[in-house]
């Protein structure tokens, strides 16, 4: 897969079944029909320098996304930063918003925005100061992480 390392065993899903596909294959189908990556149990890649355990494309194709899915009990404290502090205040997924759903990858020229931190912080609920706020610290952060 470009653009992101994966350990062996991951497992990734694609939006397309077809009827000759059996549970495993032996190649990788078509990148832009992936629908998520799932790490094997007790496996995580770093993202933002945060462990994460799987990356899933927003349900709705209409909005360009990702919900990630973090593991902090695997973040070591010494690299522990305000953007993690603040994505594990939400004990939550974190939604953010892409250019090319096609990158998968920490890259912060394709991350548009972070659309949500659990199901308390959503950018949908705009007349929301707090909520909007907090998105906005989140989002300045995470840009403040090196690559």
């Known amino acids: 897969m470009n653009n992101i390392l994966l350990p062996k065993e991951t497992k990734i899903t694609y939006k397309k079944r077809y009827f000759w596909e059996k549970y495993e ?3 990788p189908l078509n990148e832009k029909d992936i629908t998520s990556i799932s790490l ?3 496996k995580t890649i770093d993202w933002a320098g945060v462990p994460i355990t799987s990356i899933h494309k927003f349900f709705n194709p209409e909005i ?3 919900s990630v899915y973090a593991d902090f ?4 404290s010494n690299k522990k930063t305000r953007f993690s502090n ?3 205040s939400c ?3 974190l939604g953010i918003t892409v250019e090319n ?4 990858s920490f890259n912060k020229n394709n991350i548009l925005d972070i659309e949500s931190c659990g199901v308390n912080n959503q950018r949908y609920f705009k007349e929301d100061k707090n909520q909007q706020s907090f998105l906005d610290e989140l989002y300045s952060q995470l840009m403040k992480i090196k690559d």
């Open 101 to 104: 759903t096609n990158d998968w």
């Open 40 to 42: 094997k149990e007790g």
């Open 25 to 27: 294959q032996k190649k």
């Open 73 to 76: 009990d695997k973040l070591n």
């Open 64 to 66: 360009k996304g990702f």
């Open 86 to 88: 603040l994505w594990l």
């Open 91 to 93: 004990n939550n997924d």
